[in-house]
């Protein structure tokens, strides 16, 4: 009862568990999308995942989604089904280039009525997908809808049906260019968008400004529209309006880096004196690229609010020296006035309006390519009250001399802007004039970038970049004389820039000694960059006049360097007392005057770009302790050194106190893990880009504090079992680009709580067989580890599995664990039951079986068992397994006894005899209970064979049971020789025990005597036989 129970229920956990194979499978991991938690709202990051469709496994409380840069180009009734918490999708970049050609693109397609039931929708982007129109049935809840880059060439009143809250609109750039079509608004388009706030509708052939625009907006962008002329009306109803772009209509096309088309004649914008009347909060304006040659005063009348004015690309050169409009701008904070050159002349100064110093509130001023010669110090007169005054830029102006003791005029002046100019250097307080004067006709200026690839949502005329980079112009202010001729400083320089912090002199072409003299009238300098010039190292004192420097940019100055025989001394390194920053990278450094660097307060050296495989050679032990006196150095960036080899020593020489440590893109192929032992505190080790194939058994044995690993590029082909066990501080593991096959859990999971939330795992060739499932499951169970991007994180193998994402392999075609887990627990309750019943019947048998008896016995009496009736003279015992052993009874016994001529034998045989399919237990005992003997053919082998003793013990069974001795022996080697029983029955009944014989001669008695014992009647004395021994 109790076995058919167990069968049962492991019948029945089999058949429920087998439904997993027809169910549908289900990863509690987010794919293809990684969704994060962002301020409450659950964002689904699906972009740039090869994605064709919209997938169905997002779930359903996103609020936003992300599937621009995939290749969707349909979209139904069904795509968003059951994600009613959406409030923004984008589907920017989804057109699919066709052939090859990403000029031709397959459009995308919008089912009417798609995303009408997503009644939380706010904003819907739709950019670069060659729509022709704008899709039909929007939600009501639709605040943002974005349709820049398509084809759409039609705006009527039924497209705006429907969205009557809709706040933003964008239908920029979808005719530019090449387009030869018109851009057409019907009469009433926006009759319906009563909330719209921004409009921008640029780069579209429009023509004229729209008619009838909603009173309610506040930013217009009307940028390069074709737009010739402006009237009164236009803006009339827009009192709104803060924000107005008129850029590109009418515009100024020499030396353009795109198509061009001026208006007629190359007349500028035509814009009524009374146009702007209306928009008294307007905060910018931009007319850009408007060929102007005048600003009227009138156009700011009543715009006292105006913060940004942009006016570049223009012809205003006679307009900035007259200025009238600059009386009407008193809350203006930002001019742009760059690129009014006039064409074929180079002025020898500036010549600007004294009404700038009406711009009372002005901060940033922006004169980029007026072209000048020299700037003097009356030139900038009109701005030397301007209190709020904190940044100029007169970049690319071509300028070759400047008198700096006009920037003491600007107390409050962060950032002087000189780069791209022609600024030499000063000889003996004067400066000195170029030898071969060259005129501005002969050279071409470029007044914006070669890149052709346009950022619509970027200011298209005006550089939104910083001038000066964060990390220097936080620090105090800043001088830009980058791009300039300044191949010598002399020491009255920079006598006038006592006040300045960060000083950049990159580009120069310098290649001067620096004898620490050269900047001493900085002595307040904090960042120094000195990048892309020609320095040469010799002297020790170099820098010495700055001691609060803190960030010292030396990269790119290779040219000395690669010089073996010139002296490259570094030694002032260790007089900068508050040096923090020092980048030496990208010189191909070698060889130095000093075989250590020392400095007891730099914290961080990017040593990137050199030669530390010749500086580290294996025959050259004099820079291995380069950096061991950087005693406070916490990052050091080693980055592409050529490195083939570190060794343990010099490894050891770096300084403990590191942080982070970059050894990346080098070709190691073997890191000492040990090693890192000795570094406490590193957080960072970046071993990317190389050709390691080997990684440490437990990292946290070597590496306890490591936060962030990276490992990405290398040849990593397999990970220890323990490779993380007690790793609790790890954060970051890259394994991106390596060669691995296979994971498993066991390489991932700790002995204590871990940290790790970043695992990145793509481009590796994984095998994704069932043995990848163990990882799978891994992943399923720590959905608090993040990895990114798992549409690229594909098989490789198997044939059918290739390309697919491991998140997408089918786990429920492999036995799963509990029908394993069963499976394992009946074929071992089986295989131990089969064992133990073996034993025990091998052990106990008899012991079992005459207890039995006895019992029976004494309740019914005694009984005799021999109820066989015997077939056979005897039945021969021998080991079949043994060739020789089988001839001699096949042919010499069997012979001797069956065939003689004289009283024949009757034998039985095992191979010859025996019943087929019988059990051998039951072959054996029938053969000994239907022979009157049973013969024994030993031989030294055989008489340790276990069929040997099983038989023997049934043989003597008969003796207990019968009271008959029927054994025989045949010797055919001297066995058992130390055997109690054979003794015994040598001496009682020694007719029984038959050797065969060494002298040929004597086999004739031999066999007589066999067959007389065989012959004889069996002896009915009772032996009492002592227990076999082997």
């Not at 006009?406 to 000889?427: A, C, G, Q, T």
């Not at 030496?584 to 660097?597: C, M, Y």
């Not at 072959?923 to 030993?938: A, C, D, E, G, R």
């Amino acid at each position: 009862m109790t076995l058919r129970f167990l069968l049962l229920t492991s019948l029945f956990l089999l058949i429920s568990d087998s439904c997993e194979f027809f169910t549908e499978a289900s990863y509690p991991r987010s794919y293809p999308c990684d969704v994060k938690n962002k301020n409450g709202s659950f964002i689904a990051e699906c972009n740039s995942r090869r994605l064709q469709e919209v997938p169905q496994t997002v779930d359903k409380a996103v609020t936003e989604v992300d599937l621009s840069d995939n290749f969707i180009t349909r979209i139904t009734n069904e795509s968003f089904q059951g994600l009613q918490n959406l409030t923004k999708i984008n589907l920017n970049h989804n057109a699919k280039s066709q052939s090859g050609n990403p000029a031709v693109k397959k459009a995308m397609t919008i089912t009417d009525g798609a995303f009408l039931n997503l009644k939380h929708l706010r904003e819907l982007l739709l950019e670069d997908n060659q729509l022709q129109e704008i899709p039909a049935g929007l939600p009501e809840s639709l605040k943002e809808l974005s349709l820049i880059q398509n084809n759409i060439i039609t705006l009527t009143k039924k497209n705006t049906s429907g969205l009557g809250n809709l706040e933003r609109l964008y239908l920029g750039w979808n005719c530019y260019f090449a387009c030869s079509k018109k851009f057409s608004i019907e009469n009433g388009a926006f009759q319906n968008l009563t909330k719209l706030k921004v409009l921008s509708l640029s780069f579209n052939p429009l023509h004229s400004v729209p008619p009838s625009l909603p009173s309610s907006l506040t930013e217009l962008y009307l940028s390069n529209t074709h737009i010739g002329n402006v009237s009164e009306e236009d803006f009339k109803e827009l009192s709104n309006l803060r924000v107005l772009d008129l850029s590109g209509n009418c515009p100024r096309c020499f030396n353009a880096p795109f198509p061009c088309v001026p208006c007629q004649g190359g007349a500028s914008i035509q814009i009524h004196p009374l146009a702007f009347q209306t928009l008294t909060q307007l905060r910018y304006l931009n007319l850009s690229s408007t060929s102007l040659r005048k600003v009227p005063a009138s156009w700011f009348d009543n715009m006292h609010n105006l913060k940004v004015l942009d006016l570049e690309f223009n012809y205003l050169m006679d307009e900035i020296a007259s200025g009238e409009f600059l009386t009407k701008l008193p809350s203006l904070e930002i001019l742009d006035l760059s690129y009014n050159y006039e064409l074929k002349k180079y002025p020898q100064h500036i010549n600007i309006s004294k009404n700038f110093s009406k711009l009372i509130s002005l901060q940033m001023l922006h004169l980029r390519g007026y072209v000048f010669q020299e700037l003097r110090r009356k030139d900038f007169k009109p701005l030397q009250h301007l209190s709020n005054l904190t940044t100029i830029n007169l970049g690319v102006n071509f300028i070759k001399q400047i008198d700096f003791s006009i920037f003491h005029w600007f107390p409050n002046l962060k950032i002087v802007y000189l780069s791209e100019n022609r600024i030499s250097p000063l000889v003996s307080d004067t400066e000195q004039h170029d030898a071969n004067r060259t005129f501005f006709q002969s050279h071409i200026l470029k007044r914006r970038s070669a890149d052709i690839q346009f950022d619509p949502h970027s200011n298209f005329y005006h550089n939104t970049h910083p001038l000066i980079k964060t990390e220097c112009s936080r620090l105090g202010n800043a001088l830009d004389l980058s791009l300039n001729s300044i191949f010598f400083i002399g020491v009255n320089q920079f006598k006038d820039f006592g006040n300045i912090s960060c000083l950049n002199l990159s580009s120069n072409g310098n290649g001067q000694v620096l004898n620490g003299t050269e900047f001493s009238r900085l002595s307040g300098i904090k960042y120094l960059d000195l990048t892309n010039n020609r320095l040469d190292f010799d002297d020790d004192a170099a820098f010495s006049e700055l001691p609060l420097l803190e960030v010292l940019d030396l990269s790119y100055n290779a040219h000395y360097f690669r010089i073996a025989g010139v002296t490259h001394r570094l030694g002032f390194i260790e007089h900068l007392t508050n040096l923090r920053v020092l980048n030496l990278s990208n010189n191909d450094i070698f060889t130095l005057t000093e075989t250590q660097l020392k400095s007891a307060s730099l914290g961080e050296l990017v040593f990137s770009g050199n030669r530390l495989d010749l500086l580290w050679n294996a025959q050259d032990v004099r820079y291995w302790q380069i950096f061991q006196n950087l005693t406070n150095l916490t990052r050091l960036d080693l980055a592409r050194n050529n490195l083939q080899h570190i060794s343990s020593q010099t490894f050891l020489n770096l300084p403990r106190t590191l942080t982070d440590l970059y050894i990346n893109d080098n070709m190691l192929n073997f890191f000492n893990w040990s090693l890192l032992e000795y570094f406490p505190h590193l957080r960072l080790l970046d071993l990317s880009g190389n050709q390691l194939f080997f990684l440490t058994n437990s990292l946290s044995t070597f590496a306890s504090s490591l936060e962030t690993l990276l490992l990405s590029r290398n040849r990593i082909s397999h990970l220890p079992s323990d490779f993380l066990s007690g790793a609790s501080s790890l954060i970051h593991l890259d394994l991106s680009s390596n060669q691995l096959k296979m994971l498993n859990r066991s390489t991932f999971e700790t002995k204590t709580a871990t940290k790790l939330t970043i695992l990145e795992l793509g481009s590796n060739p994984f095998d994704c067989t069932c043995d990848f499932g163990d990882f799978r499951e891994w992943m399923d169970g720590n959905l608090n580890v993040r990895v990114p991007r798992l549409t690229d994180v594909i098989c490789a193998s198997p044939g059918d599995q290739e390309g697919k994402s491991i998140v997408s392999l089918d786990l429920t075609t492999c036995v799963s664990d509990t029908i394993a887990a069963i499976f394992c627990f009946l074929t071992f309750s089986v295989t131990i039951s089969v064992m133990l019943a073996a034993l025990a019947h091998h052990w106990f048998y008899w012991d079992a079986w005459f207890i039995y008896h006895v019992c029976l016995a004494k309740v019914k009496g005694y009984r005799s068992l021999s109820t066989s009736q015997t077939f056979y003279d005897a039945y021969v015992s021998y080991d079949t397994k043994d060739a020789s052993v089988t001839d001699w009874v096949i042919n010499e016994l069997r012979f001797h006894l069956e065939e003689s001529e004289d009283k024949n034998v009757l034998l039985c045989l095992e191979e010859r005899d025996w019943d087929p399919g019988l059990a051998i237990i039951d072959n054996l005992m029938q053969s000994i209970n239907q022979s009157k003997k049973t013969i024994f053919v030993l031989t030294k082998k055989y008489a340790k064979n276990w069929n040997f003793k099983t038989a023997f013990y049934l043989a003597l069974q008969r003796l207990m049971e019968e009271n008959m001795d029927v054994i025989v022996f045949i010797l055919l080697e001297p066995v058992l020789q130390h055997s109690q029983y054979l003794r015994l029955r040598q001496r009682i009944c020694k007719s029984s025990i038959l050797q065969w014989p060494d002298n040929p001669k004597a086999e004739g008695l031999f066999w007589q005597s066999l067959k007389n014992v065989v012959l004889t009647a069996n002896d009915s004395r009772i032996f009492c036989p002592l227990q076999y021994e082997s």
